[in-house]
């Protein structure tokens, strides 16, 4: 099992940055992948950024290219997701996931949140305009 736990939410103003943290524990050796999803008032989650644990490539929403960052330290078996110039329609609770072992010979999308195994409690982010 693997427990995550992010932190760094809080309410800004449109413009400002933030930058959100999930701590991972447990059997970290076992991950594959990681995500940022978010959820907004009446809408439904959504992949914000995900990134392979063991490194490589990333992904990012089109509404989000080139505002916000994912990275991970696998020392601390933290991921990190750097927002900046927030606008209100980031406003959302964002939760970090995480993928287990991937069975030889899948392919793992993780463009879906039913492609996670582990998830964080979520964090509030709020953007006045």
């Known amino acids: 099992q693997v427990q995550l736990v992010e932190s760094g939410g809080g309410l800004v103003q449109a413009g400002d940055s933030l930058r959100l943290s999930c701590a991972a524990s447990g059997r970290t050796f076992s991950l594959y992948g990681m995500g940022w999803f978010r959820q907004g008032p009446g809408k439904e989650r959504g992949l914000v950024a995900k990134?392979?644990?063991?490194?490589?490539?990333?992904y990012y929403a089109d509404s989000v290219k080139g505002r916000f960052t994912i990275s991970r330290d696998s020392v601390k078996n933290t991921v990190y997701l750097q927002m900046n110039s927030l606008e209100p329609g980031d406003t959302a609770v964002y939760f970090c996931?995480?993928?287990?072992?991937?069975?030889?010979?899948?392919?793992?999308?993780?463009?879906?949140?039913?492609?996670?195994?582990?998830w964080g409690q979520g964090t509030q982010v709020t953007v006045s305009s």
């Open positions: 990134v392979y644990w063991n490194g490589g490539s990333t």
């Open positions: 996931a995480g993928r287990g072992p991937v069975p030889y010979g899948v392919r793992w999308y993780g463009m879906n949140a039913n492609e996670y195994d582990y």
